[in-house]
């Protein structure tokens, strides 16, 4: 089985967020199971600068029709193994399992898809190129794959273009496609002249194709094409065919309910493992839970809060958006304070709420650290330091932090939506609330503090969380599975 696997993004070679940690890691884990795998990517400015001496130019070129033009690319690839301590080895080759989309217009930017000031405003014609040249390279290549696993909007058109432009291709004939949407929030939407920019006409321009509400968007096109669409969690896979979390793409997924399929999300245990972190303090296990003090120690000592050992310490790491609750965080901790909490904050997203935390922090400067931004060792520090860690999304297609959470030993407090329903079990590996607001969530925390006041149930719910497994190795069988599936049927 030769499987392609097609992201705008993968850890380490590039990486905005979850998106690239979870194809990064999809990828090392079929490589370790034997699968014939390959990965395409953009060749981004990050991805040059860290990979440029182990990579080929593979010494091909094609054109890609972007409206009334022709953009002319490369493919640079490199062969990608996993040896015995777990760590991908990357190694030059003309035809390796690793193809990088090299065109300097397009790629050649300081940020992946835009600044702070918003998105790249040529978002549709980069991913349009990126989608279809990866279809020109396997023409070129004559790379025969029985699965092209698109992930997210930027590559939701792959499918579509199979089914269209490229169905007379020999070289995908027998080839099968699979959608993951990551996160339904984000849909690659455009203005409706952007249409000219795929390559479709106005016969494409309809409920049933790309038409959104008088826009264009990618992500539809690709939910209306793939064999299989799967999405990130079980419950998620559920949620989104109602209106409140379709993000008004419930009736396509509804049409397609047959179709799809939820899979969790797993965890690099690799980088996430407190017996090996060499970021924290002090590596700890199950067996030795009380070194885990040492790193609240470490944490108090250089977030610089005024928190004893004794004292309850909560946590937030991730986006500052609506989406993961931020706004009623910030409505409750005032009131979490006032009883002996402490918290740590790091992330970085929208400005009003990061201005937000940051009054929080002035507001009372030894009860709460801020960290505006993300850094990896701090992150780790987090993990292994804090007592709980909140993640009380309003909508949450996986979620890695929570998972994250309790392999350190730290309780996650989430709402029950998405993912988050489907890895914490309600008192036993954490704390789950139903209601969006600050209300619930303060209730959620009080449960957390009255077991936290027993420490052998605390010990115990630890034990619980720690234990549970949710390596890449279990839904790597899931997709395998998957995979076989349509290509038999």
């Not at 490199?78 to 193809?99: C, Q, T, W, Y």
């Not at 292994?384 to 890695?400: H, Q, R």
């Not at 709402?415 to 303060?442: C, H, I, P």
Request: proline content about 3%.
């Amino acid at each position: 089985m030769k499987v392609a696997l097609v992201s705008a993004e993968a850890f380490p070679f590039s990486k905005t967020g979850g998106l690239g940690d979870v194809v990064g890691a999809l990828f090392k884990e079929f490589i370790k199971a034997g699968i014939d795998v390959s990965l395409f990517l953009p060749f981004y400015r990050t991805t040059r600068d860290n990979f440029y001496n182990v990579v080929m130019d593979s010494e091909i070129s094609y054109g890609v029709p972007i409206g009334f033009d022709i953009r002319f690319g490369a493919v640079r690839s490199a062969r990608v193994s996993v040896d015995v301590d777990d760590n991908m080895i990357v190694e030059p080759s003309k035809h390796g399992n690793l193809f990088f989309i090299e065109h300097n217009e397009f790629f050649d930017r300081e940020h992946l898809y835009g600044t702070n000031h918003g998105e790249y405003v040529d978002n549709a014609e980069r991913f349009v190129f990126f989608s279809r040249a990866v279809l020109e390279v396997c023409k070129a290549m004559n790379l025969n794959f029985d699965i092209i696993h698109s992930h997210d909007w930027h590559t939701a058109l792959i499918p579509l273009y199979l089914t269209t432009h490229y169905r007379e291709c020999s070289c995908f004939e027998k080839t099968k496609t699979v959608l993951t949407v990551h996160n339904l929030g984000y849909q690659g939407i455009f203005p409706r002249e952007k249409l000219e920019v795929t390559g479709f006409g106005l016969e494409m321009f309809h409920i049933d194709g790309l038409e959104f509400y008088g826009m264009v968007s990618f992500l539809k096109g690709g939910l209306f094409s793939a064999d299989i669409i799967t999405t990130v969690s079980p419950t998620y896979a559920k949620e989104i065919l109602n209106p409140e979390y379709g993000s008004g793409l419930d009736g396509v997924l509804r049409k397609r309910q047959g179709s799809l399929r939820g899979i969790i999300n797993g965890v690099d245990y690799k980088i996430w493992n407190p017996q090996k972190d060499s970021f924290i303090i002090k590596q700890y296990s199950i067996q030795n839970l009380e070194d885990k003090q040492e790193n609240k120690k470490h944490l108090i000592d250089i977030t610089g809060i005024e928190c004893s050992i004794e004292d309850p310490l909560i946590a937030f790491v991730g986006r500052m958006v609506y989406q993961k609750g931020i706004d009623i965080i910030v409505d409750t901790i005032p009131d979490l304070i006032e009883t002996g909490v402490s918290f740590v904050v790091e992330g970085t997203g929208e400005y009003y709420y990061e201005e937000k935390v940051k009054e929080l922090q002035q507001s009372y400067p030894s009860k709460i650290f801020t960290f505006v931004g993300f850094d990896e060792s701090l992150a780790h520090k987090i993990y292994a330091g804090a007592d709980a860690l909140l993640v009380p999304s309003k909508y949450e297609p996986c979620g890695l932090s929570q998972i994250i959470a309790m392999r350190y030993g730290t309780i996650p407090i989430c709402r029950k939506t998405g993912g988050l329903a489907d890895t914490v079990e309600d008192e036993v590996t954490g704390f789950l609330f139903n209601e969006y607001s600050a209300e619930a969530l303060k209730v959620g925390v009080h449960r957390f503090l009255d077991i936290y006041s027993d420490k052998a149930k605390l010990n115990h719910m630890i034990y619980n969380a720690m234990s549970r497994d949710f390596s890449w190795t279990k839904s790597c069988k899931e997709y395998i599975k998957l995979y076989e599936g349509i290509i038999v049927g």
